[in-house]
C-alpha cells in the first residue's frame, strides 16, 4: 500500500515553467514503476510521463517531448515533473500514479495507485 501526494500545480502564462512534485509514502525505488497522467475537463485520463521501475529509462507522450522532463528522488521516495515552454492546452489536473506490478506502463488500468491530483491551468 502506498499514499501519493502531488503538490506544485499553480498557474502560469504560456511559455513559463512549474514543478510537479509526487511524495510516496512508501518506498518506490526499484520497486514501483511510476507516472503522471492529466485530465482536461470533459477529456479522458492521458499519459503524460513515466519512469519504469528500475529507474533505467523515462518515457514520454509525443505531445510533452522535449518540454518535460520526470526524475526521481529516491531517497526522498519523489517524483518530479519538470514542465517547461507550458501551452494552454497543457491545462488539466495532473495525476501521479505508481504500480509494483509492471516494468513500465502507458495506460491508466496498468497503475493501482494514484493521487489526489494537483490542476496546472496555463492562460494564453
Known amino acids: 500500500q502506498v499514499h501519493l501526494v502531488e503538490s506544485g500545480g499553480g498557474q502560469v502564462q504560456a511559455g513559463g515553467s512549474l514543478r510537479l512534485s509526487c511524495a510516496a509514502s512508501a518506498r518506490t525505488s526499484g520497486s514501483a514503476a511510476m507516472a503522471w497522467f492529466r485530465q482536461a475537463p470533459g477529456k479522458e485520463r492521458e499519459f503524460v510521463s513515466g519512469i519504469g521501475r528500475g529507474d533505467i529509462y523515462s518515457y514520454y507522450s509525443d505531445v510533452v517531448k522535449g518540454r518535460f522532463t520526470i526524475s526521481r528522488d529516491n531517497a526522498k521516495n519523489t517524483v518530479y515533473l519538470q514542465m517547461n515552454s507550458l501551452k494552454p492546452e497543457d491545462t488539466a489536473v495532473y495525476y501521479c500514479?505508481?504500480?509494483?506490478?509492471?516494468?513500465?506502463?502507458?495506460?491508466?488500468?496498468?497503475?493501482?495507485?494514484w493521487g489526489q491530483g494537483t490542476q496546472v491551468t496555463v492562460s494564453s
Open positions: 500514479a505508481a504500480d509494483y506490478r509492471i516494468n513500465s506502463g502507458r495506460r491508466v488500468d496498468e497503475y493501482g495507485y
